[in-house]
């Protein structure tokens, strides 16, 4: 017999069931999840994050496609903000890295993870690097008119792995100013890997039964 008999002086609620896990099959009460529209208990929900999703590989290089596209958008808007303005702070810095990790989130439907975060922050680092390197060769064509380059490997790759990989690095020559732009490019590139953090699953929620 139960020792707990029901209180009839005071109503008692119980959260209503919203249907089936999807993969354990146990009645969805509280706290659920949604992974690529099918409803998941947490425990479940928390177990998939961890597993290999199936399209993820697809969905992996569309992610990549995109997020050499925003890259090579956002080093023309870098570079073209420091040459029309005069900024050299770099905090065009900011939006490549947004663009770079919205992007990839957006072609991975929702998807994300350390891969992501790895690529988006390599990404948004080279979109400014070689963003610096195209001002650096304005700069030397305005200072020389006459200057004619001849794009001949033992010329050209010298110069794009000293000025369009080391770029940033470089800017620290100027002082306060380069420190500053590579903190800002820092925060960028902070914020592309917290824009693609995630799992392999397009996972939503946590959403709530209704009581």
């Known amino acids: 017999m139960s020792t707990n008999p029901p209180s009839f002086e005071r109503a008692e609620y119980g959260t209503a069931s919203v ?25 479940c929900a928390n177990m998939a994050v961890t597993e290999p ?3 993820a590989q697809a969905a992996f290089m569309k992610a ?9 958008a956002g080093s023309v808007l870098y570079a073209l903000v420091e040459i029309l303005t005069g900024w050299t702070i770099g905090y065009v810095a900011l939006a490549v890295g947004w663009m770079i990790g919205k992007g990839m989130k957006w072609a991975a439907e929702g998807r994300g993870g350390r891969r992501y975060q790895i690529a988006s922050a390599v990404l948004t680092y080279l979109s400014v690097s070689f963003a610096e390197m195209a001002v650096i060769l304005h700069q030397v064509i305005k200072q ?6 001849r794009f001949l490997p033992t010329v ?24 500053i732009g590579l903190v800002i490019l820092f925060v960028g590139i ?7 953090a995630g799992s392999e699953y397009r996972i939503t ?6 009581a």
Request: net charge positive; aromatic share 12%; with cysteine.
């Open 19 to 43: 249907g089936s896990c999807a993969r354990c099959y146990q009645s969805l009460r509280g706290r659920y999840f949604r992974l690529d529209g099918k409803m998941l208990c947490e425990p």
């Open 53 to 55: 999703a199936r399209g």
């Open 64 to 72: 990549i496609g995109v997020g050499v596209v925003a890259a090579i």
């Open 144 to 149: 020389s008119p006459g200057l004619h380059f």
């Open 156 to 179: 050209l790759l010298p110069f794009v792995l000293k000025y369009g990989f080391l770029s940033p690095f470089l800017e620290l020559q100027d002082g306060v100013n380069g420190v």
């Open 190 to 196: 902070r914020a592309a890997w917290a824009l693609t």
């Open 205 to 210: 929620g946590p959403y709530q039964a209704s």
